[in-house]
Structure formats: C-alpha cells, structure tokens
C-alpha cells in the first residue's frame, strides 16, 4: 500500500509539473494569455540568395503541432534594425508564451538595395524608395515560403498551420507586411498610381525573378498570408484594399511624424511619396466589411510602445485579443472528440488517485501515446 500511494503521488506531481506546461490544443485554454513560462529561439537562414536570417520562437514543453504562425519585421526607415529589436524580441516572446510559434526577421535594408551613399536619402527619390521597400517586402514573402516549404519538405518541424500565417512589424516592418498581404500583383500595385511611378514599379518588379514575388528563395510556395498586424505600417496606396482582403489589425499614434496616420507623404512631407496609415486604412476596410480594429494612441508620435512599457502592453493586448477573436483553432469539443479516440491508459483526480465510475470535478487523463488531458466533468 505504502508503494501504491508514493507512486500515485510521484505520478500526481508528475502530472501537476506537465500542466504548468503542457496545454488543451484548443482556444479554451491557449492564445489569450501567456501559459508557458519558457521560449526556445532557433536562428535559421530562411534566404540562401541574399543570407537573410530569422529567429523562430517556440514554447518549450508545448506538445501542439498545428499552431498559428506570426511572422514580425523590425522598424528603421528600412534604414537600420534587425531581428534582434527590443520591440520585436518582447513581441515573439509574449506571443510564443500563448501558445503562437513567431519569428522575427532579417530583411535587406536600403544599403543593400541603393548602396552606402544613398541609403540614408533613398526616400526622398520615387525610383529608389520604390526599390527600397519592394525588395523588401519580396524577403518578407520569402519568409512565409520558408516555413510553408519546412511543412511540405521537413515535416513540419516548427508545428505550424501553414493555413494561419499572419505577417506584421513595427513602422518598416508593419509597411513590408501591409504590402505582402494586400499586394498581389503587379497589376495591383501599379494600378492606382500614375503613368511615371506605374513605369517605375513595373520594371522593378519585372526585374525580379519571381516577379512580384521576388527572388529571395523558397520559390513554388505561396506567399499568402491569414492576416496583417500593422503597427504603424502603412500601405503605399489605400487603393490596395478591397473586398478580399484579409483581416488586419492597427496600432498607431495620431502624431506620428514618420509615417503618416492617414495619407500623406512619408514624414508628413507631401514632397515625398504617399503613405495610408492605420487611420485611413481601418475606416476603409470597415466600409468594405473586411474585419479590422484600430488602436489610437491620441497625440502620441511614431511608435510611443517602444519607450513605454504600459503602451506596449497596451498594444500586447489588443492585438492578441483581435488575434484570438480571428484565429481558426479547435473548440473543447472537437479536443475532446480527438481525445477518446486515443488509449486511455488511466485517470486520476486531484489527489492523484484513481477516478471512480462517478468522477466530478477536475481529473487527469494519461494517454498511451504519453499526452496528459485535463478535463473536467461536470455531469
């Protein structure tokens, strides 16, 4: 009897230790909060062409393999930055902690594309700024490719949902990944623009490989995305929208001096070349009836959640509530379904001990496969 109770209360504490880890694989009890206390970062090269990196977060202990993908872009005028920025870090890390894989990327940057003397006033000229962020936003569909092409090549080894990959960033990055999910095509690109930069875009983009898909690798998978997180991104154009649009989430600060709330030059500057922010953008898609919500932060400039931690907990949250609100994962039932096709191999109630035919309340149920199922029964 005495070895009866210790290896029940060696199995209890077993059990308790997985729970703090191990999740339901469905929305009940994943992606609102952060339920895992520990991310693992993998860095790999998503671009052989250009040898651009990624940092690819994951939860430790997560034994789900169909999970949502958010895919980040660090800010810098596409100037500076890396996948390494603060903002990004703290954003994969939150995400990954609910239950997400995310990644945050490396992209070419304006010194890449225009060289060292012009990167710093690429904006100032359509043709370079053009070249600038298209190439750019061609590394981001590269990324996508990349994990769709791990899903069909490498089984799989980050355990996505290649159908929910959802792309955004800060400022450059929210801009790269606006264009990569609302930008299909040449033809859209260059369609709202006049003759002269219609011209100038057609011939970058018929420069590339892959067209508008660009040639940063990963070629003969797609590109789309489930969805955009704009934090204060913009689109070159508010045209770009439409009625198949994907839903698309904005934070921005109504003072942004960078990039503009509504439409205007970049900087505000109507010299430079046009911009829609999350101010223009969001009003917009909502006439379309495309599913959308927008943050406003009143008279703060661009991007106030990098020197405020309560703004980007602000942002942390809104986001993740549009996310959760949008995702496509398992409800309970459909957990459970899944779960009684499985081996039982027994079940335990608080105390560690066997349940018995009359059970309430909450038990573990311990599988063949090894998995642990938190239920509780209530009838």
């Known amino acids: 009897m005495k070895h009866y109770s210790t290896l029940l209360l060696f199995t209890l504490f077993s059990i308790l230790q997985l729970s703090a880890q191990i999740v339901d694989c469905d929305c009940d009890n994943r992606y609102a909060t952060e339920i895992f206390s520990d991310v693992n970062v993998e860095t790999v090269t998503y671009s052989d062409v250009h040898n651009l990196q990624m940092d690819i977060y994951t939860p430790v202990g997560d034994v789900c393999s169909n999970r949502p993908l958010l895919i980040f872009a660090h800010g810098g005028t596409f100037i500076f930055g890396s996948k390494t920025n603060p903002s990004m870090v703290e ?20 010194v890449d594309i225009v060289g060292l ?5 690429y904006y100032t000229d359509t043709q ?3 070249e600038v962020v298209l ?6 569909k590269a990324a996508i490719r990349y994990f769709r092409k791990d899903v069909a090549e490498n089984g799989n080894s980050f355990g996505i949902d290649q ?3 959802w792309g955004g960033g800060n400022s450059a990055g929210g801009v790269l990944f606006l264009h990569a999910a609302h930008v299909g095509s040449l033809e859209e690109f260059i369609e709202p623009l006049d003759a002269n930069r219609a011209t100038m875009a057609a011939n970058i983009i018929n420069s590339f490989d892959g067209g508008i898909e660009g040639d940063s ?10 969805g955009a997180i704009s934090l204060a991104g913009a689109l070159h154009r508010s045209e770009y929208l439409d009625l198949n649009d994907v839903p698309s989430v904005f934070c921005h600060g109504d003072a942004d001096g960078v990039v503009p709330y509504d439409c205007n030059g970049f900087q505000n500057n109507s010299n430079y070349d046009q911009l829609c922010g999350g101010g223009a953008l969001h009003p917009e898609m909502e006439s379309l009836g495309l599913i959308t919500e ?15 931690s309560s703004k980007m907990n602000q942002v942390k949250s809104f986001v993740s509530d549009f996310l959760y609100n949008n995702i496509d994962c398992a409800p309970a039932s459909a957990v459970n379904e899944f779960k009684n096709s499985k081996e039982l191999l027994y079940q335990l ?31």
Request: proline share 5%.
């Open 91 to 110: 954003l994969c890390e939150s995400f990954a902690k609910k239950g997400y894989v995310t990644a945050s990327i490396n992209y070419r940057l304006a």
């Open 117 to 121: 003397w012009n990167q710093f006033t």
């Open 128 to 130: 370079s700024a053009y």
């Open 135 to 140: 190439n750019a936003v061609t590394d981001g």
């Open 163 to 165: 159908n929910q990959i």
């Open 217 to 226: 690798g990963n070629a003969g998978y797609s590109s789309e995305l489930a």
């Open 294 to 308: 927008l943050l406003t932060f009143p008279n703060d400039p661009h991007c106030p959640w990098d020197a405020s």
């Open 349 to 379: 109630d608080m105390l560690g001990r066997p349940s018995s035919p009359n059970q309430r309340g909450l038990v573990f149920n311990v599988y063949k496969d090894g998995s642990v199922q938190k239920e509780y029964i209530i009838y």
